[in-house]
């Protein structure tokens, strides 16, 4: 008996043969190993992108608790950059003394990019409520400032003279340009 078979069939059979040792040595050489490689790949992408996802809605979270904390205390943050001026400061409270002197500011303390004014002030007043007032002005005034104690009173007729020492609080502007530059 003769087997007939074409040479076609033959090579077409030949050429098969060939592709599915290529498809096998492909895939158990490249692509098994590639892909074992990828789904550890891909495990790390998520714990990465659970990371990141954690860390993002904490910035959100942060961003959204100092845009807040920035709009309730805006005053705040004005006041310690607003520098002080002796003559504005006179202006601004001189309803609530019949005389009011104030002495040179003079820093007493540099600490960390604030700046600590003592600032020595007399005035006259004609009851111990107007000073409470003033005390009451200073909290919504343009600088944050704090009285010493203690506050001297001193009966003169119908005025009583006050002498007091407070601190104004700001930024050193300077400095922190300085730094800046330096960087």
Known sequence: MKINISRQYIYLMG????????????????????????????????????????????????????????????????AFDTQFTPSRFKEQHKNNFSSLDISKAEIIEDTEGFVTYEVNTTSKISSPKSFYDFLDAINKSDW????????????????????????VYCNAKDKNATKKEEK
Do not use: C, W
């Open 144 to 167: 944050i400032i704090g009285v010493n104690f203690p506050i001297d009173f001193k009966r003169d007729g119908e005025l009583i003279n006050s002498s007091f020492t407070m601190k």
């Open 15 to 78: 050429v098969s043969i060939l592709l599915f040792v290529f498809v096998l040595l492909f895939s158990f050489l490249v692509l098994i190993p590639e892909g074992k490689e990828y789904r550890e790949n891909r495990g790390e992408l998520k714990l990465k992108s659970n990371d990141l996802r954690k860390y993002q809605n904490l910035s959100d979270e942060m961003e959204a608790k100092l845009k807040e904390l920035q709009k309730k205390h805006r005053h705040v943050i004005v």
